[in-house]
């Protein structure tokens, strides 16, 4: 069980963070607001996927219009205003998604789908009933899941949450009784204190027969056999407790409900959530909104909140996302063209002046004059070797039109490409790119110093692979390069002028090798004089050196 005492769970020797667990693991905080609540989603999606892998994404409230299936949805207003995050309230943010989490990996709706079918079955219509059914489920699961919490440290974050939300809703013992307080003082006797509310006064009896029923439910509950099994069992459950306790509460009053079917479907997509600090605003800025989705794609593997932004949110804008490819690639390098290759990029790099000391023959060197009766190495020279300054982006069009021999011709110029620059201090990236049912699918191709490929397929989404790649390119080198090898025009997604402007704007060197081409005036169109057509393999060294001596020496 969880400690009550959040002192008595700090080890020894470290020191008091007064209050907060996730001052022990949360490091990156902001004063400024988009970045800190961005840094807050990121670290409660990491806490939901802790739980599992089926839980769901964790969104703030009103951050779309649109929300994905089965959203975990938090609310804002909880930390609006005070930044960083306090840890105290960063517990009970983790604790609230932690705890929708868990709902989420055991399936809490089909219990209500099992247990509102078998309700129906029996013929009842009495929506009362079913309102009361209904709450006694969703503090049975509360009980369910919060116990299946503390079996590890997230059962602490969660119980911290359950903490905040007794002490908010806490309700007084009335003289006309009501089946919510019932049900908060059966959770907090079987979680946290059985002592608590005393006597109970006209809740005694219910509250009885429900904590003598809880012990063995709990032991059953979390038994071995499959999700869908232990579901049933919780649904026949309530069924039972709700047949015991009809003559004790059936005419105690309950608050009007709205159920997931009839458009109450929140937090979790399980029910209405229990919002931290009262009514969760209906839209968020969208300004804000923006910014946040723009922080957290910088460190994701979807793109399209940035290429968005760089598009002015144009309209034609496609998702886009990053993937590992994982298929070996079986190019064929030839080695004398790798050579030819590696001798274009040392002629036109730039060049660093090194000092070679403690040699036995050349200028000498004054200061180590005193060598010269001992071992004679008192003197040095000067070269002028190629610096290792620029980002190299290799860039595939992956798309339909690709396959056959134009898509071996293309493995065997990313290949030579990859193999003349690795090793040569400059940076490496390789990418291919298609367009997969609507989504841009742009694939890492260099993984663990390995080549992998593709198989082509889909539409040329070719302005926001440029963008994208670009996105992906190393920022720190002098010279940044994308070597982008298409043999059509784009025909989906932003338009290429927007991904050349992006790269003007960057000061990133677009050169595009039009390899199997179809028609050369549109590719023209396109991409301007940054253009260099190949009809077969072995022109690869003459037309990259062309490019790079034009960009290079006369910048044209």
Known sequence: MPTKNFKQALPAGLPDYGGGYSDFWRVNKYYNEPYELASVLRALRKVAGHVGMNVGTVMWSGMSLNPPPNVITVNPDFVYGGYPVPADKMDILAGAVAHEAFHQKEWSDLVWQETEKCFTEKGIRDIKEKDILWKILNAGEDIFIDRLAGKSVLGLYVKKTRD?????????????????????????????????????????PALKILCARTPGFLERAVSNGSVVDRCRFRANFYLSLWDELRDE??????????????????????????????????????????????????????????????????????PTIIWDSNVT??????????????????AYADRLKVKNKGLS???????????????????FNRQMNAAPGWSFVILVDA??????HRWNLVKNTVAALYKAIDGSGNKIGAFAYHEHDG?????????????????????????????????????????KFIIHVTDGESNCGCSVDRALEHCRKEKIDLVTLG??????????????KY???????????????????RKLLFNR
Request: glycine share 10%; net charge positive; with cysteine.
């Open 399 to 404: 798309s339909m039109s690709m396959r056959g």
């Open 249 to 318: 509460v059936g005419s105690w009053r309950v608050d009007k409900i709205t159920y997931p079917h009839q458009g109450g479907k929140a937090a979790g997509g399980r029910r209405g959530a229990k919002t931290l600090s009262g009514r969760a605003r209906s839209v968020m800025p969208v300004e804000l909104a923006a910014q946040i989705e723009q922080h957290l794609a910088r460190d994701s593997a979807d793109l399209t909140p940035l290429i968005r932004e760089i598009c002015g949110n144009d309209p034609d804008v496609l």
């Open 439 to 479: 989504v841009v699918v742009v694939s890492r191709l260099i993984k663990d110093n390995r080549l992998y490929s593709i198989t082509p397929s889909g539409r040329t989404p070719s302005g926001q692979a440029i963008i994208a790649a670009a996105l992906q390119i190393d920022k720190g080198p002098r010279r």
């Open 531 to 549: 253009l260099q057509f190949l009809d077969f393999f072995e022109q690869l060294p003459k037309a990259l050196e062309n490019l790079l001596m």
């Open 515 to 528: 390899c199997g081409y179809k028609e050369k005036d549109l590719l023209i169109k396109q991409y301007g």
């Open 361 to 379: 023959a050349g200028t000498i060197d004054r200061p180590r004059l005193y060598r010269a009766e001992t071992g004679g190495n008192c003197f």
């Open 164 to 204: 905040f939300l007794f002490a908010r809703l806490a309700r007084d013992l009335s003289p006309r009784p009501g089946i919510e307080a019932l049900l908060e003082l059966w959770k907090r006797r079987v979680l946290d204190d059985p002592g608590y509310g005393g006597t109970a006064g006209h809740y005694g």
């Open 329 to 346: 690639g079986d190019a064929c390098v030839d080695p004398y063209l790798v050579a030819r290759l590696k001798i274009v990029f040392q």
